[in-house]
């Protein structure tokens, strides 16, 4: 029997308003626009768009400086407090994160959180942020301060791409945080997607004790 290889197609498109443009360069555009969605498996061509060459090398060093970013401090975590209407006391914080390039300089998580997710790495920032939570949340605790619970989010991707329960469970026990201080935010959206599977997450995030809200 005969095993039929599956290609994979990606085609960038250029549409030609202006007669100036030579065909190399026009060539050169549509290429441009395939290679900006290369990895992104749910979407099979694309138009050009006027500086997309110049967010290719944006994505490229985005994708390739992660690591080092996270090891060096570059991306680092944010607390925006949340307060009750009735009586404007402080109930909470969420997690937010900033990238300070030392080449590029402020990156905001407009920039960077869509690249991370069409290149499947959104799971290593989203993890780096939880333990970051977990680290200073344990220093409070050791300063004798009140703390109050902390949300972060988790993509719908994480929940492909990684077992968010497996990554974080291990960092609530290093630095022993009550569950009930850690909120684990998700979208609907989520929620609509392979149920079961996202519902068995929910539930163990549930059983052990963290808080789950929906966005």
Known sequence: MRVLDIVDLKAGIYQVHDMRVSPAVA??????ASDYIKEDISKYYCHYEFGMEHRNELENYLIKNLDKAIDNGEIRVYYQPVQRTLTNKLCGKEALTRWIDSEKGFLS???FVPVL???NLIHKLDIFVVG????????????????VPVSFNLSR???VLCNPFEEIEPLAK????PRDLLCVEITESVLME?????KSQ???FHDAGYKVWID
């Not at 290093?174 to 945080?177: A, L, S």
């Not at 392979?194 to 996202?198: A, D, Q, R, V, Y």
Request: hydrophobic share 35%; with cysteine.
């Open 27 to 32: 060539c050169d555009y549509a290429k441009y």
């Open 109 to 111: 998580p407009g920039i």
């Open 117 to 119: 997710e069409k290149h």
């Open 132 to 147: 970051c939570v977990c680290r200073d949340l344990r220093a409070q605790l050791n300063a004798g301060e009140v703390v």
């Open 157 to 159: 991707l994480d929940f």
């Open 174 to 177: 290093k630095y022993d945080i």
């Open 194 to 198: 392979n149920k079961e599977s996202i």
């Open 202 to 204: 929910v539930d163990l």
